[in-house]
């Protein structure tokens, strides 16, 4: 149950588009498409903003995309507002419904 | 609504006991596996255990294996986390979460968390 590997920051101008990755292995990340993609704004619980790699729940900003190839996802967000500034957490299914976050990565909106 | 609420967190002493509840409203509780998920203070999401919808399967994470009992009342639409044998690298805030079949069973809903603080 190692944490899935994410940068500790990224930083972006307002109206750009900046990645965020997310490497796991191929017990998590690598073998199964239920990686889901959380925002966490200081002292707030976390948001679903992806589920299963690529999808958005209802109301979620179609700026936030998300992909994945073999051991490792990414989420995209276009079009930088100030509001996204925030944390941002990737989780993967394990097995056995164990599940996996990333460390998490600090996005700076400049 | 749809809303969870945890409560029970505080302050106790290493190889102390704690028990959070979290109240769950506006869904079909009985219908949703549920899940805890702990934060240590500025650090990252670390999730904790998982209990099915009729409490009949549960997992937990190597680090509170045999010491944390997850368990549920849908009934009282109530879900608990039991923590014995406390550490200091417990203290965390702790949230419930609902998993959602149709996200993957991913965590759609988080209540506000509550703060556990293990110390002498």
């Known amino acids: 149950q190692s944490a899935l590997t994410q940068p500790a920051s990224v930083s972006g101008s307002p109206g750009q588009s900046i990645t965020i990755s997310c490497t796991g292995t191929?017990?998590?990340?690598?073998?199964?498409?239920?990686v889901s993609w959380y925002q966490q704004h200081p002292g707030k619980a976390p948001k679903l903003m992806i589920y299963?790699?690529?999808k958005r729940p209802s109301g979620v900003s179609n700026r936030f995309s998300g992909s994945k190839s073999g051991n490792t996802a990414s989420l995209t967000i276009s079009g930088l507002q100030a509001e996204d500034e925030a944390d941002y957490y990737c989780?993967?299914?394990?097995?056995?419904?164990?599940?996996?976050f990333g460390g998490g990565t600090k996005l700076t909106v400049l | 609504e749809v809303q969870l609420v945890e409560s029970g967190g505080g302050l106790v002493q290493p190889g102390g006991s704690l028990r959070l509840s979290c109240a769950a409203s506006?869904?079909?509780?009985?219908?949703?596996?549920m899940n805890w998920v702990r934060q240590a203070p500025g650090k990252g999401l670390e999730w904790v255990s998982y209990?099915?919808?009729?409490?009949?399967?549960?997992y937990y994470a190597d680090s509170v294996k045999g010491r944390f009992t997850i368990s549920r009342d849908n009934a009282k639409n109530s879900l608990y986390l039991q923590m014995n044998s406390l550490r200091a690298e417990d203290t965390a805030v702790y949230y419930c979460?609902?998993?959602?079949?149709?996200?993957?069973?991913?965590?759609?809903?988080w209540g506000q968390g509550t703060m556990v603080t293990v110390s002498s």
């Open positions: 979460a609902r998993g959602h079949g149709d996200y993957g069973d991913a965590f759609d809903i």
């Open positions: 506006g869904f079909t509780f009985s219908s949703y596996e």
């Open positions: 209990i099915s919808s009729s409490g009949s399967t549960i």
């Open positions: 191929s017990s998590d990340v690598g073998s199964y498409n239920l």
């Open positions: 299963e790699v690529s």
């Open positions: 989780c993967s299914y394990a097995g056995s419904s164990t599940k996996v």
